[in-house]
T-cell receptor
Framework: ETGVTQSPTHLIKTRGQQVTLRCSSQ?????VSWYQQALGQGPQFIFQ???????GRGNFPPRFSGLQFPNYSSELNVNALELDDSALYLC?????????????FGAGSRLTVL | GDSVTQMEGPVTLSEEAFLTINCTYT??????LFWYVQYPGEGLQLLLK?????DKGSNKGFEATYRKETTSFHLEKGSVQVSDSAVYFC?????????????FGQGTRLTINP
């Protein structure tokens, strides 16, 4: 079975630009969560999608938005990039609403904002 | 709100030494508790978990016991190896309705010298 795959693995943007990060969930998983991990910090929950609808959100501004597609893959979009958005963005999938007990994480997309 | 506090790193030990990484938490009710490990350039991997008080999670020689009296979930290993060098994250998942998210500590970098 394939795990969670994320793309791109690395990217560099400038302040004010927009970025889209992509995630393919593990086979059989229909819930996707996104986390932001700043350098030297633990990951922070951004939001979760279940069956194409947002199912909860952390303390992130509206310029962080997402989508989930019928095949359960997902996108994270960040508008008006700020320097503090530089981080590793992690996607995690899980089956149904089984919860955080069965999360599978991808390797992440490392975003650098200059 | 819910939070996790981990022992500050970095921690450097010699091979075959005993390891303890302290973790305490603040949460409403009785959350599930986790230890994740992150190797260089990789995403997060679940190391072990415990879902109720007095449960002991174990994997690959690592152990942690859910202590509700002290709100702790300390990670231990009797004899570490060079391959255990990584960043370790303690995390909790609140037992609430809605998005099942993880709340992480700041991480502890562990280096094992041969």
């Amino acid at each position: 079975e394939t795990g969670v795959t994320q793309s791109p693995t690395h990217l560099i943007k400038t302040r004010g630009q927009q970025v889209t990060l992509r995630c393919s969930s593990q086979s059989g998983h229909n819930t996707v969560s996104w986390y932001q991990q700043a350098l030297g910090q633990g990951p922070q929950f951004i939001f979760q999608y279940y069956r194409e609808e947002e199912n909860g959100r952390g303390n992130f501004p509206p310029r962080f938005s997402g989508l989930q597609f019928p095949n359960y893959s997902s996108e994270l979009n960040v508008n008006a990039l700020e320097l503090d958005d530089s981080a590793l963005y992690l996607c995690a999938s899980s089956p149904g609403r089984a919860g955080a007990n069965v999360l599978t994480f991808g390797a992440g997309s490392r975003l650098t904002v200059l | 709100g819910d939070s996790v506090t981990q022992m500050e790193g970095p921690v450097t030990l010699s091979e075959e030494a005993f390891l303890t990484i302290n973790c305490t938490y603040t949460a409403t009710g009785y959350p599930s508790l986790f230890w994740y490990v992150q190797y260089p350039g990789e995403g997060l991997q679940l190391l072990l978990k415990a879902t109720k008080a007095d449960d002991k999670g174990s994997n690959k020689g690592f152990e942690a016991t859910y202590r509700k009296e002290t709100t702790s979930f300390h990670l231990e290993k009797g004899s570490v190896q060079v391959s255990d060098s990584a960043v370790y994250f303690c995390a909790l998942s609140p037992k609430i309705q809605g998005a099942q998210k993880l709340v992480f500590g700041q991480g502890t970098r562990l280096t094992i010298n041969p």
